[in-house]
């Protein structure tokens, strides 16, 4: 499905609170942490995304444009301020013209990231987009991402926090950085990944390395193939369910890693298909 087929004729007013770096000042990309308050009718769910638009006509002559950004918190049904409060995790990109070599940033990601405190700008959605925490207690997570593919995760966490703190079900997150810069999220240990759950529910695998493998990080692969037996025992229950978030290459490292502890890759393929077809496997990945 392609951006200009998702519809955006319900559209809000979102004001922005805050916007914080969470990547140091030398970083090669900045992440930002930005904080929005949309209008009183906005209604989402922990794991959808929304798409900010901008009035700027594309290539194709749209008048807008427009990009998919994941929700990075789960809704505050205890909040008594007006508004609904939505986080995003927004990394500045930019990109290379193959034809004249010059590089040129992305108006979407810099548009987001330049904002200040009281802009307004127009969302629309929110959308579905593949990412829906179960409602069950008894479903199994396994998540794995990198860099802001953090973001739906940390929404995950949110609602579980909130909605089931005293769930049985089992939550594993793989989760690799290039460099510790892009451990997004993974930085505050006195609010974050480690204080949600206890050790026998929840894992949590934040990994810095700044070695990388045809440009997925090193230590990602190295601990999915450490632990590439208790994500295949996992998968195997039918309460399981797989998210998979961030680089597209980090496709092929799970394909690799899932079908050796599988026995085989058509054991594995075979099992992908039917947590697919059961509505039970997720992934957002970009380029």
Same mark, same amino acid.
Request: aromatic share 10%.
């Given at each position: 499905?392609?951006?200009?087929?998702?519809?955006?004729?319900?559209?809000?007013?979102? =004001?922005?609170?805050?916007?914080?770096?969470?990547?140091?000042? &030398?970083?090669?990309?900045?992440?930002?942490?930005?904080?929005?308050?949309?209008?009183? &009718?906005?209604?989402?769910?922990?794991?959808?995304?929304?798409?900010?638009?901008?009035?700027?006509? &594309?290539?194709?002559?749209?008048?807008? /444009?427009?990009?998919?950004?994941?929700?990075?918190?789960?809704?505050?049904?205890?909040?008594?301020?007006?508004?609904?409060?939505? #986080?995003?995790?927004?990394?500045?990109?930019?990109?290379?013209?193959?034809? $004249?070599?010059?590089?040129?940033?992305?108006?979407?990601?810099?548009?987001?990231?330049?904002?200040? $405190?009281?802009?307004?700008?127009?969302?629309?959605?929110?959308?579905?987009?593949?990412?829906q925490a179960p409602e069950s207690p008894e479903a199994?997570?396994?998540?794995?991402?990198?860099? =802001?593919?953090?973001?739906?995760?940390?929404?995950?966490?949110?609602?579980?926090?909130?909605?089931?703190?005293?769930?049985?079900?089992?939550?594993?997150?793989?989760?690799?950085?290039?460099?510790?810069? #892009? /451990?997004?999220?993974?930085?505050?240990?006195?609010? &974050?990944?480690?204080?949600?759950?206890?050790?026998?529910?929840?894992?949590?695998?934040?990994?810095? $390395?700044?070695?990388?493998? @045809?440009?997925?990080?090193? $230590?990602?692969?190295?601990?999915?193939?450490?632990?590439?037996?208790? @994500?295949?025992?996992?998968?195997?229950?039918?309460?399981?369910?797989?998210?998979?978030?961030?680089?597209?290459?980090? @496709?092929?490292?799970?394909?690799?890693?899932?079908?050796?502890?599988?026995?085989?890759? #058509?054991?594995?393929?075979?099992?992908?298909?039917?947590?697919?077809?059961?509505?039970?496997?997720?992934?957002?990945?970009?380029?």
């Amino acid at each position: 499905m392609h951006l200009r087929d998702y519809d955006i004729s319900q559209r809000y007013t979102a =004001t922005v609170r805050s916007s914080e770096p969470i990547t140091a000042e &030398d970083a090669e990309a900045e992440v930002r942490h930005i904080v929005m308050r949309v209008d009183d &009718d906005f209604r989402f769910k922990a794991g959808q995304s929304i798409g900010v638009l901008l009035e700027e006509p &594309d290539d194709f002559g749209n008048p807008y /444009r427009m990009r998919l950004y994941s929700i990075a918190n789960a809704p505050n049904p205890k909040s008594v301020e007006a508004g609904v409060e939505i #986080e995003l995790c927004v990394r500045r990109c930019s990109y290379l013209d193959p034809v $004249s070599g010059e590089r040129y940033p992305g108006m979407l990601s810099n548009y987001l990231c330049d904002a200040s $405190s009281g802009d307004t700008l127009t969302l629309t959605g929110p959308y579905g987009r593949n990412f829906q925490a179960p409602e069950s207690p008894e479903a199994n997570l396994l998540m794995i991402g990198t860099g =802001t593919g953090m973001a739906p995760f940390r929404a995950f966490l949110h609602y579980l926090l909130d909605a089931q703190p005293e769930r049985p079900g089992q939550v594993r997150l793989f989760y690799g950085a290039e460099t510790g810069l #892009e /451990r997004s999220y993974g930085n505050v240990p006195e609010t &974050d990944l480690g204080q949600y759950y206890e050790e026998r529910t929840f894992k949590a695998f934040q990994i810095l $390395s700044a070695a990388t493998h @045809a440009g997925v990080p090193a $230590s990602l692969e190295s601990v999915l193939e450490d632990n590439a037996g208790d @994500a295949w025992e996992l998968i195997q229950d039918p309460n399981t369910h797989v998210y998979v978030a961030g680089l597209s290459k980090i @496709a092929r490292v799970l394909d690799d890693t899932l079908g050796s502890a599988a026995g085989s890759d #058509e054991v594995w393929q075979t099992t992908k298909r039917a947590l697919m077809a059961q509505k039970r496997w997720s992934e957002l990945l970009y380029d």
